[in-house]
């Protein structure tokens, strides 16, 4: 299907950003934010999982986390579109919760061959993540270093996000007929989690350790899934990194308008407005390339691929671009622990690398568009 | 079916078709002469005559000027100027060479004039019959465009006596029109400023002298016009007096891709029939271009480079795209103001990677066989700056967006 | 022999090989508590103890403070410390924890200060018995230093009262003695300034409260001071009376790297005995790290990445050894002034990079065992923002070339 | 031999430059410069080669065009340093010569082991240039496409730089015994120079077509050769592109300082002040890596090759930034054929790949630094 003029980004799409927008703002201003994720600042504390079970609660309750449940399956039937309008304003919220992981797994899932018990499990309210990622950070279901016999998984899958909030984990895992798709249980026996120390203070991300843990086969062809899947993800965390983008934007806006330096606002020396609209120009390439690739995803284009990567090669570099231009601008005050700037810096520099970073994006793009190198 | 195509009306989708099938009867073909990349480097009338022919029969087929009302010489539709676009662009038709007339000086009359004016100049104007250029710069006054000091005194008999030095004046070598900005009161900076179309081939040798200036191209392109006493009606004026400054501004909208009407525009053709400033170009420059044996599009460091281009032009692309959803946007202005310094500075960093991608054959220029296209990148690579530097540099772009949608407070 | 050696004087030569034969009997060795990666992150005692005993040492061995007279606590030297440096450096001895003392006070006390102040105050400063921080910046005077609002009253005996807040005082926690640059007269910006030492941890709770500030890191390292009728004698101001301006600019000169006296510096070592900020470092980590089966190293894309940092770093190196060729400068200033502006963005750049090359494992922060050099290079790349901030952000620190290296009209 | 502190610039060298500077303005100050070279504006006008051959017969006489034959030889014996002086001066006067053609020829024949003749041709006064890059522009011996046999060479040398004006070429051509350098007269028979049609007005290059021309043979093992003799090569390409730098930046921030706008001059806009000082700090970066390079040459560093690469590679983005700033920030007057801008904007655009861009560069680096990539 051609993709439609305006993105298939309709009034219910619109209505639904408000609406989240409306509740993080209401459940989670960014003071509140604030003090529920950096209560303590020690540099090499022990990992934890800060967040608020109950807004999560609330949020399976509006629908939020089966909305990439398919319509047939149970699913509310809304485009993706719709759902990247949702994740930028998470993403602007910074609200930590299970909500971008559990999305994902119903993107994966939605092209499995036996996924239905893992659409009931999400359609009851349960939140689950991929775990897929080898100690090398490659997020690709080939390079699992988890293995399948009998029922039962062995190894260890890494840079697993969100997994000290979610319920169950969606692993790819090899076994005698190739990689599949499994189901388990979190608080099942043989599920190990080690919580990473990781920078970014709104998310959590862990190393899971299966030992004989019970599975479910939900998708035989791991791969597959995971590439039709894809570009969804990669739309959904490019929007992530817009909502974040727009609000480092737009608090450095203010902050160099009130803040007087040389008996002028900062913004009006070139050397701080110019690097701010050059944020706002690489949000605006990143926010139209992360609709585009949604939009391409609900219709089924051919270049969908190439939507996906485009979407996050774009996206890491504007996450790495407007984390540190508010930083620079906000000054001495910018630095500090107390300002809210860093909590957005570091959720930016997470986002960055994850599910691939720019560089390795490009390659995939440039495959697509040249052909693989000849060897 | 196109992508485009799906959502026409069905009278949309009419005027598509009629489109197509008289570009496929009358596409002018090959030029006999070699075309410039733009319609402001037209250099001699071998060149203006062979273009001005096809936008006259363009016109005359429906193509130009379809949303103006009918009795400017427009066709009285709406949203059909898109669609003519599209298909003039898909069919790789020349470019149309009365640019400032159709792009600044058209919708800047639609919005001021009379409709007397209106019906006396928009049918030539849109025909292509009469060509139009904009005096606006002055030597001192580039990017401060309020500090015009080009004068125009009245007249005891309700006319108007203009004198001064108007700069960077692309086509008036061959223009029969210009749209200018002058100063009638020299108290009032912003609020001392006048507009008025002036005819100013008839007026050459009789107040008006052009003077062409030669781009480090080596191509023409653009004018010095002096006026010395030249006496204009003052139905010629089409600011309330004073307010030319507002005027001055649906003129930049337009000419900064932000203004509410669709530009007619075609093209992509030059005088090497394929040759267009894309990412898409580059990928196949780099395909048939060899290093050391093998193809640069086997180099992983050119491909990483090329596919960074590709993602601003994508982007580029998505954001115009985006442009059309409210829903989507942020403040009004936000994309439209970013176009002309999005779009001059994609063409300056892609022109330049593809003189990369050509190694030492990046600096063969026109004329040199072994050029890359001919050498159109190394030339287009240069004109690239006539776009970041005109109608606003780049930096005085960063100062629009930066103050006007981020609100930021004013940089002079 | 290294490189360096060749051209040592022989007095210089025999202190290289005091140096080398007292460093390799005398090297601390691994700290037992984790080291920060500069003096400004320190956090506690057991820190600062470890690194004020190596630099006592160090000092008694003749180390520190050489060029420095011998009234002054000095070694009375010429071109000595240069040598110590360059071995404690390749002995990858810890950090000097007097950094500000050592960097900016001594300088400025030298060239302005009593030599009766000299002599009472320089020894316990070079020896890090003393440490010493700085109190410039303020709320509302950060990059426009000169509008600094902290008053001294003069008292009817001579003396001084002090009120006021300044912030992002590094070392402040654990100092005894500040600089300070106050304001002594509210009509004049730049002529109202007086500059003083002045004792704040004698004064603690008596005038002199300091509150830290936690950086984004998580670290500690800068603090808030606050004075409420601090008495000081005037014997502790360094300026001609109003002309604290000139005493705080040789302070920044020196902070800038622009002085002309040699800062003893040494280290290179943290917790992680092998890890530098530097290039190196990066294709090391580049080597080690792998990433689909391969090492990055070999992936020619962060290849090239890699190579352009080192271009830059490289030309840093030899840009700082070109300043000391008259024949091969331009402007005096040109080189001196861009030292900090080159190093803290290259340093962000860096670690950056480095992070990149990490992938996933970039965000792993200190405590996670898979992290980069166990978190350093990410911590390494969030501290860079306190050096293009800090004494000048990078913006202030390019209109600064800008107006007094090439000479443009000020920005403000 | 270990660096001097100095670079090794003495006196001397120091000399020498303000020589240069002096004779250059005296002899072609930039307004006679441009008479000379755009004279003639049309756009795909036929080559022309436009140079003063009375200019280069005193810079000959001044013993320039001598000053890379070793001393033994009948040399000046003058470090590489004193010389990139000279050729900074040069590029800051853009003046055109085959000076830097016939001393790059002096330094390839410096690891040549019959290269009698040569010197004795550029000690008489000949000017001479380098004949080997093939048709993709590959600047590598290895890669010739001109063939000898029986003292007779065949083939195509591309690229070749000042052919117009010089009196002889120094061509690498494969032959039984391998790759060597051979010795031609240009007006001998059996040579033809076909200009090549480039951008910079104050240089020129040719495709010269060799037709049983006689040869002598001056060394023979030509990659060796040429690779001992490239950093020196590209230590004094960087100056020449320092030295236009120069003159591009200082140009600009006359004319900025001068130009009003808004009531203020240029310069006080920091969107206009900060990029030229980015260029003030490329060029800087550029210049301590020519005289490094030309340094570690004179030193007979073991970094040598790769000093010549870092400077080279400094230099193509420095040659680009420095000519792209300088055109932007004099706006429409330095987008003009009569401002003198143009001129060194395109010296520069040539300069940029000249001898390998700075991609090329970076990898022969990357091959030093990390060794090359597994296959």
């Known amino acids: 299907m051609a993709q439609p003029k305006n993105f298939g980004y309709d009034d219910d799409a619109a209505a639904l950003k408000s609406q989240a927008e409306k509740f993080f703002n209401d459940r989670l201003p960014v003071d509140q934010l604030h003090a529920l994720v950096a209560h303590d600042s020690t540099p090499d504390r022990a990992p934890v999982v800060d967040w608020k079970p109950e807004i999560w609660a609330e949020m399976v309750e509006l629908g939020w986390s089966i909305l990439t449940v398919p319509e047939d399956k149970g699913g509310l039937g809304l485009p993706l579109v719709a759902v990247a309008g949702l994740i930028e304003a998470q993403g602007k919220s910074a609200c930590p919760s299970p909500l971008l992981e559990t999305l994902n797994v119903g993107l994966v899932l939605s092209h499995c061959d036996q996924a239905d018990a893992g659409f009931e499990a999400i359609l009851e309210g349960k939140s689950a993540a991929l775990a897929f990622a080898d100690q090398d950070g490659s997020y690709e279901p080939s390079s699992t270093q988890v293995a399948e016999m009998g029922g039962k998984l062995n190894g260890t899958a890494y840079f697993v996000q969100e997994a000290g909030k979610v319920d169950a984990l969606l692993v790819a895992a090899k076994s005698a007929e190739g990689i599949a798709w499994y189901w388990v249980d979190k608080v099942g026996a043989g599920v190990g989690i080690k919580q990473d120390a990781i920078i970014d203070l709104t998310r959590d991300q862990a190393t899971v350790t299966f030992t004989d843990a019970e599975a479910v086969c939900l998708g035989s062809d791991a791969c597959k899934a995971f590439n039709a899947a894809q570009p969804a993800i990669l739309a959904l965390l490019a929007a992530d990194v817009v909502g974040s983008g727009e609000w480092l934007l737009h608090t450095t806006v203010e902050y160099v308008s009130v803040r007087k330096q040389f008996d002028r606002p900062l913004g009006f020396f070139q050397g701080v407005k110019h690097p701010l609209v050059n944020v706002m120009l690489a949000i605006d390439e990143t926010k139209s390339l992360a609709y585009n690739a949604a939009c391409a995803y609900d219709c089924g284009e051919p270049n969908t691929q190439k939507a996906g990567h485009v979407a996050k090669a774009s996206a890491a570099e504007t996450a790495d671009f407007s984390a540190s231009r508010a930083v620079q601008m906000h000054g001495g005050i910018g630095f500090t622990w107390e300002c809210y700037v860093h909590l957005y810096f570091k959720r930016q520099m997470h986002s960055k690398a994850l599910y691939g970073d720019a560089v390795w994006h490009r390659a995939k793009l440039a495959d697509i568009v040249f052909g693989p190198v000849a060897a | ?412």
Chains 1, 4 share one sequence.
């Open chain 2, 1 to 412: 079916m196109s992508d485009a195509a799906r959502v026409d009306t069905p009278e949309q989708a009419a005027f598509r078709e009629h489109c197509r099938s008289w570009l496929a009867a009358n596409h002018p073909g090959e030029p006999p002469v070699r075309l410039p990349q733009s319609a402001i480097e037209i250099m001699n009338s071998d060149q203006m005559d062979f273009l001005q022919a096809w936008q006259k029969s363009a016109y005359d087929a429906g193509l130009v000027g379809c949303d103006y009302p009918k009795f400017c010489g427009g066709g009285g539709h709406t949203d059909f100027q898109r669609i003519a676009n599209e298909e003039m662009i898909r069919a790789k038709t020349p470019i149309l060479p009365n640019v400032i007339g159709l792009g600044m000086a058209a919708p800047t009359i639609l919005n001021h004039a009379s409709d007397e004016l209106k019906a006396e100049l928009l049918p030539r104007l849109l025909s292509g019959e009469d060509i139009w250029c904009q005096g606006f710069s002055e030597p001192g006054a580039g990017s401060d465009l309020a500090s015009v000091q080009t004068f125009a005194e009245p007249t005891e008999d309700g006319k108007w006596v203009i004198n001064g030095h108007k700069v960077w004046t692309s086509l008036a070598h061959f223009a029969s029109w210009m749209i200018i900005l002058v100063r009638t009161d020299k108290s009032h900076k912003y609020d001392g400023l006048s507009y008025f179309v002036v005819p100013i081939k008839s007026a050459l040798g009789k107040g008006v002298t052009v003077r062409p200036l030669i781009k480090m191209t080596g191509e023409l392109g653009f004018n010095e016009v002096l006026f010395d006493n030249l006496v204009i009606d003052d139905r010629m004026r089409l600011d309330e007096l004073g307010k030319g400054w507002q005027v001055a501004m649906t003129t930049l909208l337009f000419e900064r891709g932000a203004g509410n009407l669709d530009t007619p525009r075609a093209g992509g053709m030059t005088s090497k029939a394929s040759f267009t400033t894309s990412v898409g170009a580059v990928v196949k420059l780099a395909k048939e271009t060899m290093r050391g044996g093998k193809p640069v599009s086997d180099d992983p460091v050119m491909r990483d480079k090329i596919m960074q281009e590709l993602v601003k032009e994508e982007g580029f692309i998505h954001t115009s795209r985006r442009a059309r959803v409210p829903a989507l946007t942020d403040h009004p202005m936000r994309i439209p103001l970013q176009g002309k310094l999005q779009v001059s500075e994609m063409h300056q960093r892609t022109a330049n990677l593809a003189m990369e991608v050509g190694g030492a054959k990046g600096s063969l220029y026109l004329g040199d066989e072994a050029a890359l296209e001919g050498g159109q990148w190394t030339l287009g690579y240069m004109n690239s700056f006539g776009f970041t530097i005109a109608a606003g540099t780049s930096e005085v772009q960063r100062n629009i967006l930066g103050e006007r949608v981020l609100g930021l407070p004013k940089s002079k």
